[in-house]
């Protein structure tokens, strides 16, 4: 089995203050880093850590127009498997990705409502202050949700 | 900036507001294109993305543009607020039953889907209904959707324009209430303002009342999100620029445009129709726990995020525009032809929730809101605190404690969720009910206190 890339640590990213909403920051030291450490955070946000598990597999492919773009366009694809494809992803992997498109795995097992429930339901991601790029020899995001 | 911004606020509002950039962002809204008149905040308004929450702006309907940022990502977001026949006193003695009850039969849908199952083809037809759909099926009483705003369905919806995606998010979820601010809570009436219009509106001191504050749900969401996503491409087509990307807007007589506003309508009829499920199913809980005699009226309906397409007197001239309402009700005076008319003698209703244990209001619009403001008057109180700061300090178990000392039970699915909708963490709504009542835009009816709040 090829060994993925690095997923990085747990506790990549921090939450930012907003008034009606809730934002991150998530930072990496690749891109691909940062897109995993970003989805991580979001679902920290939106369901209990401790409840997620499972070793199941789901491929999937995002385009944007650039960093920003396809951040958005990555975590509402995040959002929308949990909405509905009802699988809750407990991790991520970036299999590739450039600054318009990424391929990417998440891991996790089927919804289950006993145990997954969002503990605050995630409307959407917005473009609001939204920043990806690199700062201080790291690649950093900033994104709010809107709750 | 291509008008100015006018803001609706007492002094002790403004020392708050200018702490976020909630002006900013009223200052950005004055930069899209075909604006009319000034971009406008109610006094609750609050830094949102892209337009404040509590913004309103016209723009032409034939020159200017439309801006799902405008109406948000939870199209029609709104609240209806159900009469009964009971009071608080009859109420006060089977309430931990009640909201028990409540709390089971209206689900908040964390956990994913509700209880009503409806396919592809109802799924359609109810984007085009509203309301008047979920009453044709079971889940009303024959005039239920008079009282909603608009009928509870907007013309021109067009399911076709709402993504498979947001079909698929939305049709589990048809009547939950959701999480984060929505909520339902049981009420009573404290206080009269005003005994005429509270006559016309059906209520009365002691009465016991239901507030639903809940919208378009996952539907909506993807919706605003799909629209967002293409418009960025769509704007460079146009030749439009503005200082931020959640402003992201098309001329509203563009294919993009129309596009945008069939699927909007059609979110925003799901929300009617969710209201008016949860309806149904608040109707079955009072008539469980005390009889099948209970009568739970609508007593309105109203939507504080949507564009609407109307007709106002602008500088002498009478102009077509779309008014985005970001956070801010519709609050037509007597005498208007869109106000139901057993209330049209009075003024349309408008329900502003205040915060989980404080209080919220019954307002009647009145002629100033037309004279001045697109017809618009606040929604809530508007948030003060960040969830994080809301959190801060607080502990579960005391908040949950003070609200039962005063009377006030609360059922929750997610501890969180309680912190951060503490009453510090918002406005005061006395404060920006008297600006708005003070402005003429809508004045006050009835002010009613928390019994039990519902929470996702």
Sequence with gaps: MVSPPTIGPVASYEVLEHTADIGFRAWGTTPSDLFGNAARAMMAIAADPETLSGEEEKQLEVQGVDYPDLMVNWLSEVLYFFDTDQFAARNFRIDDIASDRLRATLIGEPRDPERHSWELIVKAVTYHQLKVHQKNGRWEAEVFLDI | MLTDVRVYASRAIIEKVVKDR????????????????????????????????????????????????????DINCGVRLLGSSLNRSEVRTRLKELVDQIFRDVPCGTGGSGYIKINQKELDDLLVEGAQWMVRHGYGETHDAEYAEAGGA???????????????????????????????????????????????????????VVLIHSGSRGLGHQVCTDFLRDMGPAMRKYGIELPDRQLACVPITSTEGQNYLGAMRAAANFAWANRQGMTHFVRQAFRRIFS??????????????????????????????????????????????????????????????????????????????????????????????????????????????????????????????????????????????????????????????????IKG
């Design chain 2, 292 to 453: 099948d005699d209970v009568n739970l009226k609508v007593i309105y309906d109203v939507c504080h995020n949507i564009a609407k397409h109307e007709r106002y007197e602008v500088d002498g001239k009478m102009r077509d525009v779309l008014v985005h309402r970001k956070g801010a009700t519709r609050a037509f005076p007597p005498g208007h032809r869109e106000v139901t008319p057993a209330y049209r003698q009075v003024g349309q209703p408008v329900f502003i929730p205040g915060s989980m244990g404080t209080a919220s209001w019954v307002l009647a619009g009145q002629s100033g809101s037309v004279e001045e403001t697109f017809g618009t008057c606040c929604h809530g109180a508007g948030r003060l605190l960040s969830r994080s700061a809301a959190k801060k300090g607080r502990d579960v178990k005391r908040v949950v404690n003070d609200l039962e000392r005063q009377g006030i039970l609360i059922r929750s699915g997610s501890k969180r969720g309680i912190l951060e909708e503490v009453p510090e963490a918002y406005k005061d709504v006395d404060e920006v009910i008297e600006v708005v009542h003070n402005a003429g835009l809508a004045k006050k009816v009835a002010r009613l206190r928390p019994m039990g709040v």
């Design chain 2, 154 to 208: 907007l013309a021109d919806a067009d399911p076709d324009k709402v993504s498979a995606r947001a079909k698929e998010r939305g049709r589990p979820q048809i009547g939950t209430l959701g999480s984060g601010n929505h909520f339902l809570e049981l009420q009573y009436v404290q206080r009269i303002e005003d005994e005429e219009a509270a006559a016309a509106f059906g209520l009365r001191k002691g009465q016991v």
């Design chain 2, 22 to 73: 909630s002006l900013d962002q009223a200052a950005n809204v004055a930069c899209l294109p075909g604006i009319v008149g000034s971009s406008l905040a109610m006094p609750d308004i609050h830094q949102g993305y892209g337009f404040p929450i509590g913004g309103v702006a016209a723009t032409d309907c034939s020159s200017g543009v439309v801006s799902p940022g405008g109406v948000g990502f």
